[in-house]
């Protein structure tokens, strides 16, 4: 299992103080998917150079580029995930989220069978591009506050196996996971199509364990780890929340906690 966190680069010295195996990053800020080559390239970062290697990356298409509806356009997508894709590969990027609530959002007036077709188009191409690099674009549930499409793990899965595509996997976050009530079920169901995990507890989105011993708001993170150690995962783990009291003050040891709680909880499976 590789630890890692969601953040700037300018953050990767801190990560790693702090207990951290790798950073992500926004694919926004680095990856710069609108961006011509010639501009990327006179200031793209030095993986080499950096504290930690950038392993994933969140925010894959932003809002300006639709997925689905009548303002879509799928050359400019392609375009867009072709340079993505690529700039992923060179700076060593394994996974990039496909969260993107407002860009897969579904228009009103928009027939829910002509988005999922469109969506289904749209992650089979990147997909395809993606695997070209060695980059698995993963896609995320994100719940119904945030969008309107693929609020579950069941519907979710259902794309990435629609799509087919050798450079599509999912993933699992536990704060979408427990507010949209997900079963153990539908996490098992997941199986070797698990190719990344975000972390944060589903009350304030803050660190696991940032509620101390108040067991009212409290994440059990025991069980959803023996969830993955069951379906086989030993991947990447990434916290993406906030931090309380701050993060220098919580990180190191909510990162021990983490550690340790992987540890005891791979022989709970049942």
Same mark, same amino acid.
């Given at each position: 299992?590789r630890?890692?966190? $969601?953040?700037?680069?300018?953050?990767?010295?801190? *990560?790693?103080?702090?207990g951290f195996?790798?950073?992500?990053?926004?694919?926004?800020?680095?990856?710069?998917?609108?961006?011509p080559?010639?501009?990327?390239?006179?200031?793209c970062p030095?993986p080499a150079?950096?504290?930690l290697?950038v392993?994933?990356a969140n $925010?894959?298409v932003p809002?300006n580029?639709?997925?689905?509806?009548?303002e879509?356009?799928?050359?400019?997508?392609t375009d867009y995930?072709?340079?993505?894709?690529?700039?992923?590969?060179?700076?060593g990027?394994?996974?990039?989220?496909f969260?993107s609530?407002?860009?897969?959002k579904?228009p009103?007036?928009?027939d829910?069978?002509?988005a999922?077709?469109?969506l289904?188009?749209?992650?089979r191409m990147a997909g395809?591009?993606?695997?070209?690099?060695?980059?698995t674009?993963?896609?995320e549930?994100l719940?119904r506050?945030?969008?309107?499409?693929?609020?579950?793990?069941?519907?979710?899965?259902?794309? $990435?196996?629609?799509?087919g595509s050798?450079g599509?996997g999912?993933?699992?976050?536990? %704060?979408?996971?427990?507010l949209e009530a997900e079963?153990?079920e539908a996490?098992?169901e997941l199986?070797?199509s698990?190719?990344?995990?975000?972390?944060?507890?589903p009350?304030?989105r803050?660190?696991p364990?940032?509620?101390?011993?108040?067991?009212?708001k409290a994440?059990?993170?025991a069980?959803? *780890?023996a969830?993955?150690?069951k379906?086989g %995962?030993?991947?990447?783990?990434?916290l993406e929340?906030g931090?309380?009291?701050s993060f220098e003050?919580?990180?190191?040891a909510c990162?021990?906690?983490?550690?340790?709680?992987?540890?005891?909880s791979?022989? $709970?499976e049942e």
């Amino acid at each position: 299992m590789r630890l890692g966190c $969601c953040g700037s680069l300018d953050q990767a010295r801190a *990560f790693k103080d702090a207990g951290f195996d790798f950073v992500e990053v926004n694919v926004q800020a680095v990856l710069r998917g609108d961006e011509p080559d010639s501009q990327w390239l006179a200031d793209c970062p030095d993986p080499a150079a950096l504290p930690l290697p950038v392993e994933a990356a969140n $925010c894959l298409v932003p809002g300006n580029h639709p997925i689905v509806g009548p303002e879509r356009n799928m050359a400019d997508l392609t375009d867009y995930m072709s340079r993505v894709a690529e700039r992923a590969g060179r700076l060593g990027m394994r996974r990039l989220v496909f969260g993107s609530g407002g860009a897969r959002k579904r228009p009103d007036g928009v027939d829910p069978r002509t988005a999922a077709d469109q969506l289904a188009e749209f992650t089979r191409m990147a997909g395809d591009l993606c695997a070209k690099h060695e980059v698995t674009m993963v896609i995320e549930h994100l719940n119904r506050k945030e969008t309107n499409t693929l609020n579950t793990l069941v519907d979710a899965l259902a794309l $990435c196996e629609r799509a087919g595509s050798p450079g599509v996997g999912m993933l699992v976050d536990s %704060y979408h996971f427990g507010l949209e009530a997900e079963t153990d079920e539908a996490l098992l169901e997941l199986g070797d199509s698990l190719a990344h995990v975000h972390l944060a507890e589903p009350v304030d989105r803050i660190q696991p364990g940032g509620h101390g011993g108040d067991t009212t708001k409290a994440f059990d993170f025991a069980n959803f *780890f023996a969830l993955l150690h069951k379906i086989g %995962y030993d991947q990447r783990l990434s916290l993406e929340c906030g931090w309380k009291p701050s993060f220098e003050a919580a990180a190191p040891a909510c990162a021990a906690m983490l550690r340790q709680t992987w540890e005891t909880s791979a022989g $709970c499976e049942e």
